[in-house]
């Protein structure tokens, strides 16, 4: 579901009247026009935070398929003077290891499955709460009324849910996105509420969370890019 933009106020209409304008203040219709430009401004920042957070999904997307393609598994016969291979497995007993073809130095590929797997994990916690702040940015200038119609269920771009799903970020029992949480806790969040005008104070907040990435461990990161760059001989930081 997503709101038209018929349905928004200008930005700061509210504020407008209250405001000295001073030497503008004799300019017929200025504060209508300032209201107006406001509010295309609000729109087209409206429209690349979508189209950011749109990235950010598509980017774990990728990060989960890469984490699952590690493996090389044979493909035909055995035999064959000429070796096959494939992503999917063709026999149990195959353990996709390339036959045990030393492909890294020292850490198996289990090990860098896991370690791809704690990646996935912190960035995909993150994802889930950068859209929770994506959702209230969204939701400043609405009116207070049209406010409520945006809530954690809103599909906030089209096909939003269908890469959510390969994300493993949508929980098919509620019909809603996974809540988004920090490391190491869980979720209290029932009913999220979304306020249409936050103080600055707490659109601060908001912005430095945004800019922090607090799910995600820099330090452990670099450690990890610095272990499989060693293994892969590649600089990956």
């Known amino acids: 579901m997503q709101l038209p933009l018929s349905t928004l106020t200008f930005p700061n209409a509210r504020y407008m009247p209250n405001i000295n304008l001073g030497v ?128 954690w269920s809103t599909q906030l771009y089209a096909g939003e849910f269908d890469d959510l799903r390969d994300c493993n970020l949508y929980c098919h029992e509620t019909c809603r996105p996974v809540p988004p949480r920090l490391r190491d806790g869980k979720s209290n969040i029932a009913d999220l509420r979304f306020d249409s005008q936050p103080n600055p104070e707490v659109l601060q907040v908001y912005l430095i969370t945004l800019l922090a990435e607090v799910n995600i461990d820099t330090f452990r990161v670099n450690e990890i890019f610095a272990v499989v760059g060693e293994e892969m001989h590649f600089n990956l930081c």
């Open 24 to 151: 503008l203040s004799d300019m017929p219709h200025i504060r209508t026009r300032a209201s107006f430009k406001l509010f295309q401004q609000q729109e087209l920042q409206r429209t690349k935070l979508l189209l950011s957070y749109k990235k950010m999904v598509g980017i774990v997307s990728d990060m989960i398929s890469a984490s699952r393609s590690m493996r090389c598994y044979f493909k035909g016969a055995k035999n064959s003077p000429l070796l096959q291979f494939s992503c999917n497995s063709e026999d149990e007993s195959d353990s996709g290891d390339g036959g045990g073809i030393p492909v890294f130095t020292f850490l198996s590929i289990s090990a860098h499955e896991k370690f791809a797997e704690e990646l996935v994990q912190m960035f995909s916690l993150e994802l889930c709460l950068k859209r929770l702040l994506v959702l209230e940015f969204l939701s400043i200038g609405y009116d207070t009324s049209l406010v409520n119609q945006l809530h």
